[in-house]
């Protein structure tokens, strides 16, 4: 009888412990990553990013797969997983919050659990080479002077990272946004081809986007959004060194569904941790012209409800407040 006792309360002890600890056995089942979008781009390449270096450097002990679920600029994907459990996670970016403020969906980002933020890039402004604007200095006076004098390329929608990096930087110089002539394009790259061509005289973009054309001489960098300069661009200022108070991450991160426990939170904080140490995501971060940006869950948190205050502010000054 004295056995059966003490076998009862090591099996207990031993539920217990592995209960406080959050279980050995997560995960039970395949691990899914929405990629929020269709195959190539950002939100995919990250998604498999992540999913190649978890597996190629055994941190999680199931399969992971990549689901694409593209529609309504993330919508699709982050809708899909609201349902799911602590195996099914998805990558986001700024959109979570900009579709919210501008009344394009319901979801925001208290509707999920965050886990990390990645990787960032940065946003730039770039004229062309032979642009009578040598300086942000000079470019902003002119706006300062005339809003409208300029036509300003952006893409693929007004309320984006790159029309609301420009928005917070003219506004420093006391310009209204408002005033400001916007000609929208499909994509990064289109915006480029039109500032080439003439039609734009100014374009707000990733900084990937025009980094070769400035390397090449036939853009001109005025200002990236970083903290310090970044390498491969010494010759390019930050927009704090140019005397304006920006720094402006266009980043991307990973969250799970609502509710997810604490252990699971936890799992998912150790494993993701791991992964950016790794000489690997250097290399495709270095590869896609990102820099590391990580933050761990706690740290995501504050850092969505600072991001969301921001551009609260932002969508309000740039007249698409809801």
């Not at 928005?167 to 994509?187: C, H, I, M, S, T």
């Amino acid at each position: 009888m004295k056995k059966i006792i003490l076998l009862i309360c090591i099996l207990f002890l031993a539920a217990c412990s592995n209960s406080a600890s959050g279980g050995n056995d997560f995960p039970t089942k395949n691990v899914e990553i929405v990629a929020p979008a269709s195959p190539g781009g950002g939100w995919d390449l990250t998604a498999r990013s992540v999913q190649k270096l978890l597996n190629d450097n055994n941190l999680v002990d199931a399969n992971i797969n990549v689901v694409n679920k593209p529609g309504g600029g993330g919508e699709v994907g982050w809708q899909y997983i609201q349902s799911k459990d602590a195996h099914n996670l998805a990558i986001n970016s700024s959109l979570l919050i900009t579709n919210n403020l501008l009344g394009t969906s319901d979801l925001t980002h208290k509707d999920f659990t965050p886990l990390a933020t990645l990787a960032t890039e940065w946003q730039a402004l770039a004229v062309p080479v032979d642009s009578e604007f040598k300086s942000l200095e000079d470019l902003m006076n002119q706006f300062k002077n005339d809003p409208k004098s300029v036509k300003v390329g952006v893409g693929p929608a007004l309320g984006n990272d790159d029309h609301l990096s420009f928005v917070q930087a003219v506004r420093e110089y006391d310009v209204d946004p408002k005033n400001v002539d916007f000609l929208v394009y499909e994509g990064g790259g289109d915006v480029v081809t039109a500032l080439l061509g003439g039609h734009v005289g100014v374009v707000t973009t990733s900084l990937s986007e025009v980094k070769e054309q400035h390397l090449a001489g036939k853009v001109r960098i005025l200002a990236i959004s970083s903290e310090e300069r970044v390498e491969g661009l010494e010759d390019v200022p930050t927009y704090q060194e140019e005397g304006l108070d920006i720094v402006f991450p266009h980043w991307r991160g990973i969250m799970g569904p609502p509710d997810m426990t604490e252990e699971e939170i936890a799992y998912w904080d150790e494993k993701l941790s791991e992964m950016v140490k790794t000489d690997q995501w250097q290399e495709v971060m270095k590869n896609n012209d990102w820099e590391g940006f990580y933050k761990n869950s706690s740290e995501t948190k504050k850092f969505l409800e600072e991001q969301t205050k921001l551009y609260q502010d932002l969508v309000n000054d740039s007249g698409l407040g809801q």
